[in-house]
């Protein structure tokens, strides 16, 4: 044989030029050497063993960004990274480091009932606390309401559910971990019919018979200044003595919304006794508070509603049921919508209207006649 570029004999089968070394079509061709990439815009390789995923996308800090089932997603993922200049070590968060940051930031703006709330939500969250937010989807967080549903949870529970990981989904698409709301695909059990009633009139003056009783008598006059204001158990508790205003007849209290916080809360005569009792000679601390000067246990106080309603004969019934029977009381005596919407701290009258308020037969009747 001859060499390709100089013409010189060779002996047969080489693969060089022994003269100018150039290489003959009898060698194998050279192994091409894989690309490298940039420095400081991290690295993909294959992981060892048989997996579904095997191909690592590893950021230039060393963070561990993800796997992959092929080298082109791990590619495709690094080098978004680095064209949003996302901090890997953000994309490696996981739904409780999200939660954390988020919960930081959420709960100093809402009220102790809300952050309750969305504690005992996240307690139920437990599977998805070590995964990494960017890799959880619609299927996972239904996931969790359906072992909810499975357990009879109700539908307002689950609606609290889906509205903590809306606001984590939401902090995740503000820090470019995610950009997608998963949340709002999330399908959940359908609504029940409300059971939430009133107190009729009489229930109304039994309670306040009970009034004198050595053992249940406070109980009475926490149900009866709930019935005549429309405050939650919670928010009544927690008041503080120095916004009540017993000469011009009203407190200020409320939590939970923008609309029922620090709100405007008239105070009916016929309950101002109880409070001015309560409150004695006192200027500050709580309108109602335990001798150590905290507040009431509201576990201890709702105890005590029910043996009250036990005595009494009352069934169906919950501290709650004193709101709902104060909100129809008031537009039953003429109180424009929009005044009751204050009063109870609602945000919108439809939730006034709709949930609120349950006029019985007579109400309805006699306002029909009222027409000309």
């Not at 080489?14 to 690295?43: D, E, H, V, W, Y």
Request: with cysteine.
């Amino acid at each position: 044989m001859v060499c390709v570029r100089c013409g010189r004999e060779l002996p047969e089968g080489s693969l060089f030029c022994n003269i100018c070394g150039k290489r003959q079509p009898a060698a194998p061709a050279p192994q091409r050497r894989k690309r490298r990439r940039a420095k400081g815009t991290g690295t993909v390789y294959k992981l060892s063993g048989r997996r579904a995923r095997p191909w690592a996308a590893v950021a230039a800090d060393g963070t561990l960004i993800g796997t992959f089932a092929d080298a082109g997603e791990a590619v495709t993922t690094l080098d978004a990274v680095n064209a949003k200049k996302v901090a890997a070590c953000r994309l490696a968060y996981t739904f409780t480091d999200v939660y954390e940051r988020w919960s930081a930031l959420h709960f100093p703006e809402i009220g102790p009932s809300g952050v309750s709330s969305y504690r005992n939500a996240y307690r139920k969250s437990a599977p998805l606390y070590d995964r990494k937010m960017m890799d959880l989807k619609t299927e996972d967080y239904q996931a969790i309401i359906e072992t909810m549903k499975a357990k009879g949870a109700s539908r307002s529970l689950c609606e609290k559910q889906r509205q903590l990981f809306s606001q984590l989904c939401q902090y995740a698409i503000q820090q470019d971990i995610i950009h997608t709301n998963y949340a709002t695909g999330l399908h959940l059990p359908a609504a029940n019919a409300p059971k939430t009633r009133v107190f009729s009139a009489a229930e109304i003056e039994a309670i306040r018979g009970m009034v004198p009783d050595k053992r249940l008598g406070e109980t009475a006059k926490i149900a009866l200044v709930l019935i005549y204001t429309g405050m939650r158990l919670n928010e009544l508790l927690l008041a503080r003595a120095e916004n009540v205003h017993l000469p011009k007849h009203y407190l200020i209290a409320g939590e939970k919304t923008d609309a029922g916080r620090d709100r405007t809360i008239p105070i009916h005569e016929s309950v101002e006794p109880y409070i001015a009792a309560w409150l004695g000679d006192r200027s500050a601390g709580y309108v109602i508070q335990s001798a150590g000067g905290v507040p009431r246990d509201h576990n201890n106080v709702r105890k005590s509603f029910q043996s009250l309603m036990k005595r009494l004969g009352i069934d169906g019934v919950s501290p709650h049921t004193c709101r709902h029977t104060a909100a129809t009381r008031m537009l039953a005596a003429g109180l424009p919508v929009e005044v009751v919407q204050q009063i109870l701290g609602h945000a919108d009258a439809t939730t006034t209207l709709n949930i609120y308020t349950h006029p019985d037969v007579a109400t309805l009747v006699s306002g029909v006649r009222k027409m000309d």
